[in-house]
Antibody, heavy 119, light 107 residues
Framework: EVQLLESGGGLAQPGGSLRLSCAAS????????MSWVRQAPGKGLEWVSG????????FYADSVRGRFTISRDNSKNTLFLQVNSLRAEDTAVYYC????????????WGQGTLVTVSS | SYELTQPPSVSVSPGQTASITCSGD??????ACWYQQKPGQSPVLVIF???KRPSGIPERFSGSNSGNTATLTISGTQAMDEADYYC??????????FGGGTKLTVL
């Protein structure tokens, strides 16, 4: 059974930083691209960042490029998102999602971790 | 940047067919998929690669994608289908993009 468990969310001040983690199990982690998707309170889904299975290719939404960094540790089956220079509009539930075999969709999602940016 | 447009809301009577559209420039040339999200829960993939259903998704869910519009169709809609539905597209030039979401009400 595929399981994705996010952690690391919490309250941060504007301009602050957090490191989100996603522990994966139930599949060959290194064989699949992974992504982060966020959802602001009461709003829709927004793709944030993605990374290839080997970690050599990374992708970012324009809204976070230069502030967020995605990475992975395939030896520990863990995905990360380093979020810096946080803004109020970054407040959201951040979901870890496994990219399907055909790259085009997210076939499994975690339960999410809430990031709140406020002074 | 690439945009996908969905109607904010769709209503359907139980047992009837619900159709939710998703529009984007030349969307038919990309892979489209759909997610269902119920309150307080994570999204669930219900259609991928335009028209394929993941294991465990009921046959009443179907999808199509042509021209500028992808459509999610729910046949024989049940009360349990009431949820928010999001379309999403991908290609190598736009990465992953979501539509704004559609609230499906079954009444």
């Amino acid at each position: 059974e595929v399981q994705l468990l996010e952690s690391g969310g919490g309250l941060a001040q504007p301009g602050g930083s957090l490191r989100l983690s996603c522990a994966a199990s139930g599949f060959t982690f290194s064989s699949y691209a992974m992504s982060w998707v966020r959802q602001a309170p009461g709003k829709g889904l927004e793709w944030v960042s993605g990374i290839s299975g080997g970690g050599g290719s990374t992708f970012y939404a324009d809204s976070v490029r230069g502030r967020f960094t995605i990475s992975r540790d395939n030896s520990k089956n863990t995905l990360f998102l380093q979020v810096n220079s946080l803004r109020a509009e970054d407040t959201a539930v951040y979901y870890c999602a496994k990219v399907g075999s055909v790259l085009s969709s997210f076939d499994y999602w975690g339960q999410g971790t809430l990031v709140t940016v406020s002074s | 940047s690439y945009e996908l447009t969905q109607p904010p809301s769709v209503s359907v009577s139980p047992g009837q067919t619900a159709s939710i559209t998703c529009s984007g420039d030349q969307l038919g040339n990309k892979y489209a998929c759909w997610y269902q999200q119920k309150p307080g829960q994570s999204p669930v993939l219900v259609i991928f690669q335009n028209s394929k259903r993941p294991s465990g998704i009921p046959e009443r869910f179907s999808g199509s994608n042509s021209g500028n519009t992808a459509t999610l169709t729910i046949s024989g809609t049940q009360a349990m289908d009431e949820a928010d539905y999001y379309c999403q597209a991908w290609d190598s030039s736009t990465d992953w993009v979501f539509g704004g979401g559609t609230k499906l009400t079954v009444l």
